[in-house]
Every structure is written in structure tokens, then in C-alpha cells.
């Protein structure tokens, strides 16, 4: 076989595969920025509940108060804990989340 031909079909096939290799690296770094885009807004929609839930026990509270009565917050808090074996750690109270981000 021609040497010529030979040197073609190497230089071809090396930037074949090369394109092949290029393009598949760059489809899987694609897919996991989007992946670690799609758990950020996952992320930030539960956070965004957790402080609409705060707000909405802070009001409940504020209700139950009126007239210069106990809230009961830390209380139910606590009764939570108990019957149900979970914890508040409260570390994505609204405060808390602005200095993690």
C-alpha cells in the first residue's frame, strides 16, 4: 500500500476519533453542570419553603398569643420532637441561609 495512503488514513482516523473523544467529554461535563444546576434550584425551592413555613408558624404563634398569652413555639417544638423522633436544626432559618450561601 502507498505510504501516502497509509498517512492519510491515520491523520483521518486520529482526527476522527479525537473529534469523537472531544465532543463525548464535552457532553458529559454538560450533563453534570446541568445536573448541579437542577439540584441548586431543588435546593433553593426547599429553602424557600422552610422560611414560608417559619412564617407561617411565626403567625400561627402570634394568633395563638393574642392577648399576651404564650406562644407555645418552643413547647409544640418539643412536642414534635418526641412524638415524631425528628429534629429542627435550624440551620436554613432565613438568617442561617444567607451566610451558608
Known sequence: MDPQIISALIIGTSTILA???GAGTAWLIGRKVSQRQKLQEDLDRAVRDIHFLL????????????????????????????TSGTE?????????WKGIK
Open 19 to 21: 473529534t469523537v473523544l
Open 55 to 82: 412564617a407561617v408558624e411565626e403567625a400561627h404563634c402570634a394568633r395563638n398569643k393574642g392577648g399576651g398569652n404564650e406562644s407555645f413555639k418552643l413547647r409544640t417544638r418539643g412536642a414534635v420532637r418526641e
Open 88 to 96: 429542627f436544626s435550624g440551620r436554613f432559618t432565613p438568617g442561617n
